[in-house]
């Protein structure tokens, strides 16, 4: 278990301090992008298309023009003049900002509507006429790839098909001989619908452009303000935007989830309206806008899990149509277009895997957006997982006992996965005994054999999962070919107070106390006595931004060894006061003092001082430090996660009675937070498990797209949630931690879907897929029956 | 655009002003007397990121026009407590950690109030009933549940302090 080093008031790692930025929050002084009020304010509307895919034959701005208040309708053609029209997505695709032809999805933006008022910009969206010629969309990824489909991206030179790309990785030779010959092979195709983030703030943006310093300012809603910056230096650097230039504003965010890393087109509309019309333009995204456009998840995989037949692990394949819709706007590392998936042979020991991919597009919004999970591992996770308890069910082993003779041993570690991946370290099976010991599997596993001879449905449901978090290594990982390192930058002022200042954005996760305990624990200064400031690109060094668990990885590394610099030159500068070697000098927490004569010190706050005042000869003035962080690995945090569910066979209804999520994160920076971001992440993962999933007619028009119809989980829905932890620090992480707020997203919902199939399963059930509601519960047994 | 003339009292001082007919109480708030704690985050009424007191009960501010607002009594986040202080609401919510981004919550406290006051010792299962008009993406629930019982419990305290 982790030791405090620090007291409660110096409040470093493993301390539950209270979070330092609530008190604006909680007195309504939180400053959201919709917050901000520039003088001379102009409000944007978009005009979106009711339609999946269609022609645009005219867009007749005259009647929007002539209602008070608009100033302007910008449209695609108004673009294609500054060769603005269309931009490059994270990944190498392209995509359009306004079309002038046609359009490839239900709600892409049309045009756009600028006015003086919210209100008058609504009416100006309602009065633009566009006369459109539908034509018949593509909806089912299936059919993408049929000789017959029309070609959805015509303008892209040398795609002959709507194939965006085939990714492979591993021995598929091999892997198909092992699962020709083995005892047991389980198959499945497993569904990860489309789901939203639904971040209860929704996108938005205040561009501002002056036209005599020839700066934009741009508040926006994103996890990442550098990388922003300098993409839009790249789409718009010839019409003189040129990055020195650009300010991006992270203010406060209202949860980002992975929805806020994208560049979406009004942000790009909203930049071109200031840069013309020179006054601040500000677009707020509404809820239906936000959960149509952009999305998560959409794999369709077919998995084969094959094993001897008492159930020990040989090969896993995975075979994967993803569904892109329109372009691929994933915000992936360039060299992982399908992410980590390939994490997908998860905590198991076994030798040969093979995954592949192809994605395709369709007439749906673009997105593939990494959902509270590190590009790609929940979809990953969710293959591996429901496969294993597929093969327990169908050699009639407990799924935990399977578990425990496949997994990789703690000896193990660092164990080279199938797919290519170095685990750091882990104990999967401390993790999944303190799992079932909190829960009682034991004795549910009785009450379940009672219930069953009584009729009754009631299921266990387990998911022991690994994630790969913290990208990444500079050599492997990168977005626009800009490394993913992260930075930390600390200033210790002369009092002994301290400013630090990252790369990263924090969107609830607790920068602001988890950052200053960081470097209370490396410097030995209150964490009260450290302001975090991040968001703001003309301060902060540049880093790669918040998403994918990278910050306490990247981030919180880059400030411990920042303030590792600072204790370095520290202690020349003690040995200056105390008249002794630096070589005679030790440290402990906050003070410096002279070996074998503890009395004799100075505390971090003198040596600051001294820093600035009393400096030693040929010693550089000033306490300040920088850091960018470049990881060395990946980190790989891990859970077991128990869920016990009831399930009423004349309704369907699931009634979830436990759940318990034990998380090994590596050293754990604040107790409270971490609990609290578990929480929410388990939230995150009933929401897909039982309720959310955006849904599409035949003609691609999305049936779900507001929140009455679009099942975002109330308070009732969300169970009590059972936490705990196991330690299993990260060897090479600087405070050997690793990242956590994902997991749980991904790790939850494998356990519900698990424990629901195994509710029904004596009816016969094998499989069912995300979101599994009540009435899809409700027709598999109504279908069971039917057979029988 | 027919304009009004609504007198109404907001956090305890009296605003009088000219409005559309059809100016949500919202907008009126965040946009007309630049009070932005109270939050949009949808547009059909389901998330509660809106909710005011409004003569005393809670209401969702995105779904009512600020022409019917005229003559009430309206609490905002910023109106909860004076300044400097916290509410036993605002209090919970930072030491039993139910924030995150922060976005849900002035609404999800206001509603809290009104709850509190109909049901000043409510079970567990009564507060999640009593908030599943807010949505909250970041909290799980686990800890504003857990802020709504700590606030219960102090309030009480102070009431028998103060009879
Ligand atoms: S803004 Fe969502 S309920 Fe009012
Ligand atoms: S704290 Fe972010 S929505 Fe509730």
């Known amino acids: 278990m982790f030791k405090c080093k620090t007291s409660a008031e110096v409040g470093g790692m493993g301390h539950s301090v209270k979070r330092k930025e609530d008190a604006r929050f909680l007195h309504g002084k939180g400053n959201y992008v919709d917050d901000t009020k520039l003088p001379g304010q102009l409000h944007m509307v978009m005009v979106r298309s009711p339609y999946a895919y269609a022609k645009i034959k005219s867009i007749n701005k005259e009647k929007a023009l002539a209602i008070d208040g608009v100033l302007a309708v910008i449209t695609g053609e108004d673009l294609a003049q500054y060769n603005l029209h269309w931009m490059p997505t994270l990944l190498s695709d392209t995509q359009m900002v306004l079309p002038t032809d046609t359009v490839m999805h239900q709600s892409q933006e049309v045009c756009a509507v600028i006015a003086t008022d919210r209100y008058v910009a609504v009416d100006g969206a309602e009065a633009v006429e566009v006369d459109y010629e539908p034509m018949q969309a593509i909806v089912d990824p299936f059919k993408a790839l049929d000789d017959d489909a029309p070609l959805l991206r015509p303008d892209k030179e040398g795609q002959e098909d709507n194939q965006i790309y085939h990714w492979e990785r591993g021995d598929r030779a091999k892997t198909d001989e092992v699962i020709a010959n083995a005892d047991v092979v389980v198959k499945e195709r497993i569904y990860l619908p489309r789901i939203h983030v639904a971040s209860i703030e929704t996108c938005g943006c205040n561009a501002s452009y002056d036209k005599d310093t020839q700066k934009l300012t741009v508040y926006l809603t994103t996890q990442a303000p550098h990388a922003i910056r300098t993409v839009v230096a790249l789409v718009a650097g010839h019409v003189g935007l040129s990055e020195e230039k650009i300010r991006i504003i992270s203010p406060d965010i209202g949860g980002g989830f992975g929805g806020k890393v994208p560049v979406y087109p009004a942000y790009v509309v909203a930049i071109a309206a200031t840069f013309l019309i020179g006054k601040p333009v500000k677009w707020i995204e509404d809820r239906s806008e936000n959960l149509v456009n952009g999305f998560a998840r959409d794999y369709h995989m077919d998995c084969e899990l094959a094993a001897t037949k008492d159930g020990k692990i040989q090969a896993f394949k995975v075979s994967t149509l993803a569904d892109h819709g329109y372009t691929d706007s994933s915000a992936n590392p360039s060299k992982y277009p399908t992410g980590m998936f390939s994490i997908c042979t998860g905590s198991y020991d076994y030798e040969h895997a093979f995954a592949e991919l192809d994605a395709v597009y369709t007439n749906k919004a673009p997105g593939g957006v990494a959902y509270r999970c590190s590009f790609r591992v929940t979809e990953a996770v969710h293959a591996i997982e429901r496969m294993v308890d597929k093969l327990a069910a169908e050699i009639d082993k407990d799924p935990a006992l399977l578990r425990f003779e496949n997994f990789i041993k703690k000896e193990q570690f660092p164990y080279e996965s199938p797919l290519g991946w170095s685990y750091d370290s882990g104990d999967y099976k401390a993790t999944l005994e303190k799992a079932m010991e909190m829960i009682g599997y034991d004795d549910y596993k009785k009450e379940q054999a009672e219930k069953r001879a009584q009729g009754k449905l009631m299921g266990i449901g387990i998911c022991t999962f690994t994630e790969v978090v913290g990208a990444g290594p500079s050599k492997d990982f990168d977005i626009l070919g800009i490394a993913m390192f992260d930075s930390a930058e600390i200033r210790v002022h002369p009092t002994g107070k301290a400013l630090a200042r990252f790369g990263t954005k924090s969107q609830g996760q607790g920068h602001e106390t988890t950052y200053a305990q960081i470097l209370a624990e490396e410097l030995g200064i209150p964490y009260t006595d450290i302001e975090i400031d991040e968001g703001d690109t003309d301060t902060a060094p540049y880093g790669l931004g918040t998403y994918a668990s990278r910050s306490t990885p990247t981030a919180g590394a880059a400030a411990a060894i920042a303030a590792r610099k600072l204790r370095d030159k520290g202690k020349k500068i003690a040995a200056h006061l105390l008249e002794v070697s630096e070589e005679d000098i030790e440290w402990e927490v906050g003070k410096y003092f002279v070996k074998g004569a503890p009395e004799k010190s100075k505390t971090i706050q003198d040596v600051a001082f001294a820093a600035y005042t009393n400096i030693p000869p040929g010693l550089e003035p000033g306490f300040e430090a920088t850091h960018y962080y470049d990881p060395p690995n990946l980190t790989f945090p891990n859970g077991a996660y128990i869920c016990v569910v009831e399930v009423e066979e004349e309704t369907g209804a699931i009634d979830v009675k436990r759940f318990v999520a034990i998380d090994d994160c590596g050293n754990i920076i604040n107790p409270m937070i971490v609990e609290g971001q578990v929480h929410g992440g388990l939230t995150q993962g009933i929401a897909p498990a039982m309720y959310e999933g955006i849904e599409y007619d035949d003609e691609g028009n999305v049936l779900n797209g507001t929140l009455m119809d679009y099942l975002v989980p109330t308070a009732v829905e969300s169970p009590h949630w059972e936490t705990g932890h196991t330690i299993t620090p990260s060897p090479h992480h600087p405070l050997g931690a690793k990242g956590v707020a994902e997991s749980p997203t991904v790790g939850a919902p494998p356990a519900i879907a698990n424990a629901i199939i195994d509710a029904v399963a004596p009816l016969g059930i094998k499989h069912l897929d995300i979101p599994i509601t009540p009435a899809k519960v409700w027709e598999a047994i109504q279908a069971q029956k039917a057979k029988a | ?163």
Not at chain 2, 44 to 56: E, F, P, V
Not at chain 2, 58 to 63: E, G, H, L, N, Q
Not at chain 2, 138 to 152: E, L
């Open chain 2, 1 to 163: 655009m027919a304009k009004h003339e609504v007198t109404m009292t907001i956090n305890g001082q009296s605003v009088t002003a000219e409005v559309d007919s059809r100016l949500l109480l919202v907008h009126f708030i965040r946009e007309n007397l630049d009070m932005t704690g109270t939050h949009i985050g949808c547009d059909t009424s389901n998330c509660g990121a809106c909710t005011i007191l409004l003569d005393g009960k809670s209401v969702k501010a995105c779904t009512y026009l600020t022409v019917r607002a005229d003559g009430a009594e309206i609490t905002t986040i910023e109106g909860l407590a004076p300044e400097g202080t916290n509410h036993p609401l605002q209090q919970a919510f930072h030491d039993q950690h139910g924030l995150h981004c922060g976005f849900c919550t002035p609404g999800m406290i206001m509603r809290s109030v009104d709850l509190l006051k109909n049901n000043p010792n409510p079970t567990e299962e009564e507060i999640r009933w009593g908030i599943s008009g807010n949505l909250c993406r970041c909290t799980g629930y686990n800890n504003i549940v857990k802020s709504v019982q700590q606030a219960a419990k102090e309030m009480a305290k102070e009431k028998e302090a103060t009879v």
